[in-house]
């Protein structure tokens, strides 16, 4: 199973931008460019909500409406690692940040709509004061 740490989540004020991270250690039968990749975020007391997701090689993305002109979701293969950058933040985008991997040679749209993960990071908070 694929192991995700996140990073680069911090506390911004409105209308800033943050960049966070997410490196993936993979097993050797299936590298990192075998898996679709997304975020996702949570709010205490609601449920974990899609923001972005990516194809295995980063032609293909999907993001919510809510964060579609403001967030860029991105990956470097080379590097394990899937990227969000997050411009223009709201009160609204606060939350953990989750780093999600989808099950190893599917596409994105497994991911994306239906929800098919294989792993999660641990979480990184993001804040965004008003």
């Known amino acids: 199973q694929v192991q995700l740490v996140e990073s680069g989540g911090d506390m911004v004020q409105t209308g800033g931008s943050l960049k966070l991270s997410c490196v993936a250690s993979?097993?050797?039968?299936?590298?990192?460019?075998?898996?679709?990749m997304g975020w996702w975020r949570q709010v205490p007391g609601k449920e974990r909500e899609r923001v972005a997701a990516?194809?295995?090689?980063?032609?293909?993305?999907a993001l919510a409406d809510s964060v579609r002109g403001r967030f860029t979701i991105s990956r470097d293969n080379a590097k394990n690692s899937v990227y969000l950058q997050m411009d223009n933040l709201k009160p609204e985008d606060t939350a953990i940040y989750y780093c999600?991997?989808?099950?190893?040679?599917?596409?994105?749209?497994?991911?994306?709509?239906?929800?098919?993960?294989?792993?999660w990071g641990q979480g990184t908070q993001v804040t965004v004061s008003s």
């Open positions: 990516i194809s295995r090689a980063g032609g293909g993305t």
């Open positions: 993979t097993p050797s039968e299936n590298p990192f460019n075998t898996y679709p």
């Open positions: 999600a991997a989808g099950r190893p040679g599917t596409g994105v749209d497994p991911l994306w709509a239906r929800g098919q993960i294989d792993s």
